[in-house]
């Protein structure tokens, strides 16, 4: 069995093992993988269709940014469906000639795209030092050439690690402790002296550096010129145009650069952690350089937003409103319509101008509609925004349906830990689709309007659920207590009933002590704006638009703050204080790691809830002065990343339910 392994000339194939030491975690590793490379794909074939289609931005940064997308995806398209393949159906084996084309073209499209960075940072240069001579420096044919130039030049400096490869022996193994092929980590198979290969790469990394060295004096002199600037609005503008570019250098050379590091001095790193750097390298690029221009190019995010169209804003209250006509004369109209600035009161056979001023002296009544703003100060770049939230949306929505399927299927988890992880799993569906559709809607289609009673109800389902989750991770909490502090009593204390009256109470308190708040919100005059700068219904910025009294509403939902859920916070760390002190008088290490590797889990989960939770009730109240659009990216992390990370993290900390879900992907035992 043991000359399975070993050759003495060229092997047929390899044997890629993925990511070695995490390969109970491919599959939800291909989650992550596959939503990358669709944002990739997308991204960049929107960047070329915008620029292709849209006259005005055929010019050379344009032009540059154009060969950037299109190495992108020559990049990720020479690793990721091979990765895929490995994580999805066990496709280990490649082919010698295939794994060298593999290599040849990874190292091909990293050099093209250190290549067009160094292009696109001399484009900045010339714009910003010597803008009066940009259209004579970077005619279309200067342009053409750089472009040849950026192609041709890595192709032929990588071609000869082919023949440096192909010449090598492999007596060794076959197997490749990598998720695809790339040229260190295959030369060092042979069997024969690889100091040319290791001298060659090196002298390639060096030209990398040479690049990056380029870059970096471009930008000294650009940030020179920008703070010779006048005005303080030109060198924040300049700064803008250039910000772009430097996030997508950092992004780009940095993985780059530890990569090649750890291959030589990095023996003591992990080579998990290794593979996983060189695949960020791979990935993250490619995905994020489309964001990045798209949100931060003024051209491209305008053609975007043409795709999407967006009708202008029209708001509408129901109100009861007495105005004067003329000195002595009233008459009472019902209905309001308010178009930009201006609002008109409706009565029948007349319209008559009703100045905003006005507005505020009229007695409302509940009104009929609010108008969610999304993400205020980011609406040029909502499109964008809904990739990630779509993606976190249906990551959850697959992880906890996977998580119920799996506890359902397997006899073996029908026990305490894992019936509380099942209500987790419930309450994570039912929070995130409380918002996301909607706010997917605002994005995509601009739905803005949600009816008050709608409001009220998508208000009591985000705080209920809120409440029952944080009183299901005091549960879980209470579990691991009896399990690991007196693990001979578990199954007495903690039986079928008992769990049943857990999860009942749990349901419970959420609800009641939730109920008074569309209530309380219910019975407030609304005077102000029927605007909500939010995407969804929260309580307390529903409460801030009435103009009365509502100190009873924020005293109370500041006693659901500290009293219900900091008491949770309080019950959880005295659980876990204990659960520590009972897991460091374990009498060997491995008993420890063992029992710190039960409760990783749920102290990540306590930690992705509450932290978000609390910063965001926080500065609702005390946080005037945060940027609104922050505090809004806050509050749906919140919302968001909760459900998307627990199936995640119980999925790979679990290994009961890793086992299963493995078995489901392969039909055989682990």
Same mark, same amino acid.
């Given at each position: 069995?043991?000359?399975?392994?070993?050759?003495?000339?060229?092997?047929?194939?390899?044997?890629?093992?993925?990511?070695?030491?995490?390969?109970?975690?491919?599959?939800?590793?291909?989650?992550?993988?596959?939503?990358?490379?669709?944002?990739?794909?997308?991204?960049?074939?929107?960047?070329?269709?915008?620029?292709?289609?849209?006259?005005?931005?055929?010019?050379?940064?344009?032009?540059?940014?154009?060969?950037?997308?299109?190495? /992108?995806?020559?990049?990720?398209?020479?690793?990721?469906?091979?990765?895929?393949?490995?994580?999805?159906?066990?496709?280990?084996?490649?082919?010698?000639?295939?794994?060298?084309?593999?290599?040849?073209?990874?190292?091909?499209?990293?050099?093209?795209?250190?290549?067009?960075?160094?292009?696109?940072?001399?484009?900045?240069?010339?714009?910003?030092?010597?803008?009066?001579?940009?259209?004579?420096?970077?005619?279309?044919?200067?342009?053409?050439?750089?472009?040849?130039?950026?192609?041709?030049?890595?192709?032929?400096?990588?071609?000869?690690?082919?023949?440096?490869?192909?010449?090598?022996?492999?007596?060794?193994?076959?197997?490749?402790?990598?998720?695809?092929?790339?040229?260190?980590?295959?030369?060092?198979?042979?069997?024969?002296?690889?100091?040319?290969?290791?001298?060659?790469?090196?002298?390639?990394?060096?030209?990398?550096?040479?690049?990056?060295?380029?870059?970096?004096?471009?930008?000294?002199?650009?940030?020179?010129?920008?703070?010779?600037?006048?005005?303080? /609005?030109?060198?924040?503008?300049?700064?803008?145009?250039?910000?772009?570019?430097?996030?997508?250098?950092?992004?780009?050379?940095?993985?780059?650069?530890?990569?090649?590091?750890?291959?030589?001095?990095?023996?003591?790193?992990?080579?998990?952690?290794?593979?996983?750097?060189?695949?960020?390298?791979?990935?993250?690029?490619?995905?994020?350089?489309?964001?990045?221009?798209?949100?931060?190019?003024?051209?491209?995010?305008?053609?975007?937003?043409?795709?999407?169209?967006?009708?202008?804003?029209?708001?509408?209250?129901?109100?009861?409103?007495?105005?004067?006509?003329?000195?002595?004369?009233?008459?009472?109209?019902?209905?309001?319509?308010?178009?930009?600035?201006?609002?008109?009161?409706?009565?029948?056979?007349?319209?008559?101008?009703?100045?905003?001023? /006005?507005?505020?002296?009229?007695?409302?009544?509940?009104?009929?509609?609010?108008?969610?703003?999304?993400?205020?100060?980011?609406?040029?770049?909502?499109?964008?925004?809904?990739?990630?939230?779509?993606?976190?949306?249906?990551?959850?929505?697959?992880?906890?349906?996977?998580?119920?399927?799996?506890?359902?299927?397997?006899?073996?988890?029908?026990?305490?830990?894992?019936?509380?992880?099942?209500?987790?799993?419930?309450? /994570?569906?039912?929070?995130?689709?409380?918002?996301?559709?909607?706010?997917?809607?605002?994005?995509?289609?601009?739905?803005?309007?949600?009816?008050?009673?709608?409001?009220?109800?998508?208000?009591?389902?985000?705080?209920?659920?809120?409440?029952?989750?944080?009183?299901?991770?005091?549960?879980?909490?209470?579990?691991?207590?009896?399990?690991?502090?007196?693990?001979?009593?578990?199954?007495?204390?903690?039986?079928?009933?008992?769990?049943?009256?857990?999860?009942?109470?749990?349901?419970?308190?959420?609800?009641?002590?939730?109920?008074?708040?569309?209530?309380?919100?219910?019975?407030?005059?609304?005077?102000?704006?029927?605007?909500?700068?939010?995407?969804?219904?929260?309580?307390?910025?529903?409460?801030?638009?009435?103009?009365?009294?509502?100190?009873?509403?924020?005293?109370?939902?500041?006693?659901?703050?500290?009293?219900?859920?900091?008491?949770?916070?309080?019950?959880?760390?005295?659980?876990?204080?204990?659960?520590?002190?009972?897991?460091?008088?374990?009498?060997?290490?491995?008993?420890?790691?063992?029992?710190?590797?039960?409760?990783?889990?749920?102290?990540?989960?306590?930690?992705?809830?509450?932290?978000?939770?609390?910063?965001?009730?926080?500065?609702?109240?005390?946080?005037?002065?945060?940027?609104?659009?922050?505090?809004?990216?806050?509050?749906?992390?919140?919302?968001?990343?909760?459900?998307?990370?627990?199936?995640?993290?119980?999925?790979?900390?679990?290994?009961?339910?890793?086992?299963?879900?493995?078995?489901?992907?392969?039909?055989?035992?682990?």
């Amino acid at each position: 069995m043991p000359m399975l392994n070993y050759t003495y000339s060229h092997p047929s194939t390899f044997i890629l093992l993925g990511i070695p030491g995490l390969e109970a975690a491919h599959v939800w590793l291909s989650i992550l993988f596959c939503t990358v490379y669709i944002i990739t794909l997308l991204g960049n074939c929107t960047i070329l269709l915008i620029i292709k289609t849209e006259p005005s931005l055929h010019q050379p940064m344009f032009y540059l940014l154009c060969v950037l997308s299109a190495v /992108d995806l020559g990049l990720s398209t020479a690793t990721v469906p091979r990765m895929l393949g490995i994580f999805w159906f066990n496709f280990r084996e490649i082919s010698f000639g295939g794994c060298l084309t593999q290599m040849f073209f990874i190292h091909t499209f990293t050099g093209m795209e250190s290549a067009v960075l160094l292009a696109m940072a001399f484009d900045r240069y010339v714009a910003i030092c010597n803008p009066l001579r940009y259209t004579v420096i970077l005619a279309k044919k200067r342009i053409a050439l750089i472009g040849l130039v950026t192609i041709l030049k890595p192709g032929v400096l990588i071609f000869p690690l082919v023949f440096l490869v192909d010449r090598l022996p492999f007596c060794r193994t076959s197997v490749l402790a990598h998720a695809y092929c790339e040229h260190m980590g295959i030369a060092k198979l042979a069997c024969a002296d690889i100091r040319a290969n290791g001298e060659y790469d090196l002298f390639l990394v060096y030209l990398l550096v040479i690049d990056l060295i380029m870059i970096f004096l471009s930008y000294v002199r650009i940030l020179q010129a920008i703070f010779q600037l006048p005005s303080k /609005d030109s060198c924040l503008k300049a700064l803008s145009t250039c910000g772009s570019h430097m996030a997508v250098m950092f992004i780009f050379y940095t993985p780059v650069l530890f990569s090649y590091l750890t291959h030589r001095f990095g023996q003591q790193i992990p080579r998990s952690a290794h593979i996983l750097v060189a695949s960020f390298h791979i990935l993250m690029p490619p995905m994020l350089n489309p964001v990045i221009y798209g949100v931060r190019a003024k051209e491209i995010r305008e053609r975007v937003l043409r795709i999407f169209p967006r009708e202008r804003a029209t708001y509408f209250c129901i109100c009861t409103a007495t105005i004067t006509l003329e000195p002595g004369h009233t008459q009472e109209v019902r209905g309001m319509y308010s178009q930009g600035n201006v609002l008109f009161c409706l009565s029948v056979g007349h319209l008559l101008p009703y100045s905003m001023s /006005d507005s505020n002296k009229t007695d409302f009544t509940n009104p009929s509609t609010f108008i969610l703003q999304g993400i205020p100060g980011l609406e040029a770049a909502h499109v964008w925004i809904s990739i990630p939230f779509c993606s976190m949306y249906t990551i959850a929505i697959l992880g906890n349906f996977t998580i119920l399927f799996i506890v359902k299927m397997e006899p073996g988890l029908h026990g305490p830990m894992y019936y509380f992880l099942c209500m987790l799993a419930v309450n /994570d569906l039912v929070m995130s689709t409380s918002t996301l559709p909607k706010t997917l809607s605002i994005f995509w289609f601009n739905s803005r309007e949600i009816d008050f009673s709608a409001c009220l109800t998508q208000m009591y389902f985000i705080h209920c659920f809120s409440v029952m989750e944080s009183g299901i991770l005091m549960t879980m909490a209470f579990d691991r207590y009896v399990a690991i502090c007196h693990p001979l009593r578990y199954s007495t204390t903690l039986t079928n009933p008992v769990v049943a009256q857990f999860g009942l109470a749990v349901v419970l308190r959420g609800s009641m002590l939730i109920l008074p708040f569309p209530l309380l919100a219910r019975r407030w005059p609304y005077c102000r704006t029927n605007i909500i700068p939010e995407p969804f219904c929260s309580h307390i910025v529903v409460v801030k638009l009435a103009c009365a009294d509502t100190r009873i509403s924020s005293y109370y939902g500041l006693f659901v703050l500290f009293c219900v859920m900091g008491l949770d916070v309080i019950f959880i760390t005295v659980s876990y204080i204990q659960i520590l002190r009972a897991i460091f008088r374990l009498p060997t290490k491995d008993a420890r790691l063992k029992t710190l590797g039960t409760c990783g889990s749920h102290l990540c989960t306590i930690l992705a809830f509450y932290i978000p939770g609390l910063f965001s009730s926080l500065m609702y109240r005390f946080g005037p002065n945060v940027a609104v659009h922050f505090h809004v990216l806050i509050a749906n992390m919140f919302l968001l990343l909760p459900p998307m990370l627990n199936p995640i993290i119980y999925g790979v900390r679990t290994r009961q339910i890793r086992d299963r879900l493995l078995w489901l992907f392969t039909h055989k035992g682990t």
